[in-house]
């Protein structure tokens, strides 16, 4: 599967449809809509927001965030799948679209079918985050707490499928953990009921709850990269508190409908490089805790092929299906 994965994804990239009558000094011509399948205020949100701005001054077009929300953003993919191919509707992706084709029989969209790689953005580690009154101030402890208390514990999420679902599944498994799932409606509402107390912790890009960190009001236990995050520096990884090696990093693209031509397809790949290697941006990841992965499209096309494959492959041991 992994080789046929990668092979239809770097068609893709390589040989989306070019119309004729399209080149890039013609494109873009009016302004372009980023559609995003998750709330506002998310982690999303908040680096395509980042983006948009940079696009919006580098193409001297207006570049706008759509949040069309629902479904662990298969509704947002499956619009821009359906939206014309011409360059004016492109996917701002997480990493829940290479996600929903292990976890669902039947997918709202195949994204290496209707959709086309365009570049990745950027990856965040996943943090676990408690109120501030949580007897745990690390993995070892919070996973003690959990053994203690099995089944009694539930962790919020932005939604059922979310890496932020799947990440905590995993890692409870890996460790011998029980607890109850609570799916929201996006990160933040997830947050709400964090601070209201009706989940008891929350696993999320580490940039959506860090000002809520900063005051405060939540406590982060521990970040699931191999290497601590520069935002949260006292805080230990998932590794140095006791646990297995886990790869639950989040990241986040952009992907186009299908047959959309090639000659935007590129153009787009090398604006959205550009844009992501400027000392602003950089800057403004650095602040959220994020990281720039942008490539080129063939890259992020063997890139998502082989995420599909992985996430294939751990929904299995998981056992875990969503209908």
């Not at 068609?11 to 709330?39: C, D, H, R």
Request: include cysteine.
């Amino acid at each position: 599967m992994k080789l046929i994965h990668r092979r239809q994804a770097l068609t893709l990239a390589a040989g989306a449809i070019a119309s004729p009558g399209w080149t890039q000094s013609e494109w873009p011509n009016k302004p372009i809509v980023l559609m995003l399948g998750f709330a506002a205020g998310g982690p999303n949100d908040l680096v395509s927001r980042a983006l948009a701005l940079r696009l919006s001054d580098q193409f001297k077009q207006q570049v706008i965030v759509e949040n069309r929300p629902g479904a662990n953003g298969n509704i947002a993919a499956s619009a821009v799948a359906r939206a014309a191919p011409d360059g004016s509707v492109f996917l701002y992706n997480s990493s829940s679209l290479a996600l929903s084709p292990a976890l669902y029989s039947k997918n709202i969209v195949d994204p290496l079918k209707d959709l086309v790689p365009v570049n990745g953005t950027a990856a965040l580690p996943l943090v676990c985050i408690v109120e501030s009154a949580f007897p745990a101030n690390n993995f070892r402890e919070w996973a003690a707490h959990l053994r203690a208390n099995p089944g009694k514990f539930n962790y919020g999420s932005p939604g059922i499928g979310n890496l932020a679902h799947v990440a905590v599944a995993i890692i409870l498994k890996a460790n011998g953990l029980n607890a109850v799932h609570a799916p929201y409606k996006g990160s933040s509402e997830a947050l709400q009921g964090l601070l209201g107390g009706s989940t008891q912790f929350q696993f999320d890009s580490v940039n959506s709850p860090l000002s809520l960190i900063k005051s405060g009001r939540l406590k982060p236990l521990f970040v699931t990269s191999s290497q601590r995050s520069p935002v949260l520096p006292e805080v230990q990884t998932l590794v140095e508190g006791g646990s297995k090696p886990i790869d639950a990093a989040a990241w986040q693209g952009v992907m186009a409908p299908a047959k959309t031509p090639v000659a935007i397809v590129q153009r787009m790949a090398a604006e959205i490089a550009k844009a992501m290697s400027t000392p602003d941006m950089k800057n403004t990841l650095a602040a959220q805790g994020a990281y720039a992965i942008a490539s080129t499209s063939e890259q992020y096309a063997s890139f998502f092929a082989d995420e599909l494959d992985r996430y294939k492959k751990t929904v299995e041991d998981l056992g875990l299906k969503l209908d």
